[in-house]
């Protein structure tokens, strides 16, 4: 079955760049969708179909994904954005969707 | 408002039943395709099953082939997951999801708690 590897963890200082990276085969032909979930709540969306940002998703999130890697950038980051990351695609092969295993974003 | 509400989760025994409900409401639900995810205590999220908005398609996790059974009732505005023959590893908050064509999941509820224990 298809596999979604993040790093467990990524740390930043408030007001510089987060990159979370989502590795899987041939990624970029999939569309990677992003998650955001803080302690006690469930998962929201924040970035669809690679790079696009639903609706009340601030522009500092932002996608992309070619080759074997997908990333997910948040600018000027905040302490607000202190959460868990999860990339996902669907994986045609086994009629599935697939999860990374979560990226913990550390604000500093 | 577009709303999903989980119910129906508890402590059971292994080898035990639920059946979990999603409410439904600020929407056609009957339009959308629906997903059940779940998240093991200090783990990740875990897909589960899927079933298209008329029924004709549904898929479930390998983990849980043969043993969980997803329907819906469109009439109701409600999803259901049947589980059974519950395992310790089975233990998780249960999210009912909207899902939005290609876009993902994007609409969430706040999960209802399976434990399974003796």
């Known amino acids: 079955s298809y596999v979604l590897t993040q790093p467990p963890s990524v740390s930043v200082a408030p007001g510089y760049t987060a990159r979370i990276t989502c590795g899987g085969n041939?990624?970029?032909?999939?569309?990677v969708h992003w998650y955001q979930q803080k302690p006690g709540q469930a998962p929201l969306l924040v970035i669809y179909?690679?790079?696009v940002r639903p609706s009340g998703i601030p522009e500092r999130f932002s996608g992309s994904n070619s080759g074997n890697t997908a990333t997910l950038t948040i600018s000027r980051v905040e302490a607000g954005d202190e959460a868990d990351y999860y990339c996902?695609?669907?994986?045609?092969?086994?009629?599935?969707?697939?999860f990374g295993g979560g990226t913990k974003l550390t604000v500093l | 408002e577009v709303q999903l509400v989980e119910s129906g989760g508890g402590l059971v025994q292994p080898g035990g039943s639920l059946r979990l409900s999603c409410a439904a409401s600020?929407?056609?639900?009957?339009?959308?395709?629906m997903n059940w995810v779940r998240q093991a205590p200090g783990k990740g999220l875990e897909w589960v099953s899927y079933?298209?908005?008329?029924?004709?398609?549904?898929y479930h996790a390998d983990s849980v082939k043969g043993r969980f059974a997803i329907s819906r009732d469109n009439a109701k505005n409600s999803l259901y997951l049947q589980v059974n023959g519950l395992r310790a590893e089975d233990t998780a908050v249960y999210y009912c999801?909207?899902?939005?064509?290609?876009?993902?999941?994007?609409?969430w509820g706040q999960g209802t708690t399976v434990t399974v224990s003796s």
């Open positions: 999801a909207r899902e939005n064509s290609d876009y993902g999941l994007d609409v």
């Open positions: 600020g929407f056609t639900f009957s339009s959308y395709s």
């Open positions: 079933i298209s908005s008329t029924t004709n398609i549904i």
């Open positions: 041939n990624i970029g032909s999939k569309s």
């Open positions: 179909y690679d790079s």
């Open positions: 996902q695609v669907w994986d045609s092969s086994s009629d599935s969707w697939v």
